[in-house]
């Protein structure tokens, strides 16, 4: 499955940003799908998880924030990012597994390139 990711940027403090996750002539309806993101120097984290009926999680740091959704029909799923801080700059990534969702970067099989997001103070 590939997938590619959109939306990134810079944005102030305080912003919003959406990024969004395509895989082009795939459907990804039965996979559960996860946002990612890698600061410098840093492991990578999960922000955001969902499975293809809506069941879900939250890194703590991101909740009531950050809203992961999903459009099965059109295999695209977006993270919507508001009162952006600047610790949530990093490359995001989207990856996808089947199965249940999980919070964890292994388990995951496929991976988009990253998309930068940048947050200025």
């Known amino acids: 499955v590939q997938l590619v990711e959109s939306g990134g940027g810079l944005v102030q403090a305080g912003g919003s940003l959406r990024v969004s996750c395509a895989a082009p002539?795939?459907?990804?309806?039965?996979?559960?799908m996860g946002w990612f993101r890698q600061a410098p120097g840093k492991e990578r984290e999960l922000v955001a998880t969902m499975d293809w009926i809506g069941n879900g999680d939250y890194a703590d740091s991101v909740k009531g924030r950050f809203t992961i959704s999903r459009n099965n029909a059109q295999n695209i799923v977006y993270l919507q990012m508001n009162s952006l801080k600047p610790e949530d700059t990093a490359v995001y990534f989207c990856?996808?597994?089947?199965?249940?969702?999980?919070?964890?970067?292994?388990?995951?099989?496929?991976w988009g390139q990253g998309t930068q997001v940048t947050v200025s103070s």
């Open positions: 990856a996808a597994k089947e199965g249940p969702y999980s919070a964890l970067p292994r388990f995951y099989d496929f």
């Open positions: 002539g795939r459907t990804f309806s039965r996979y559960s």
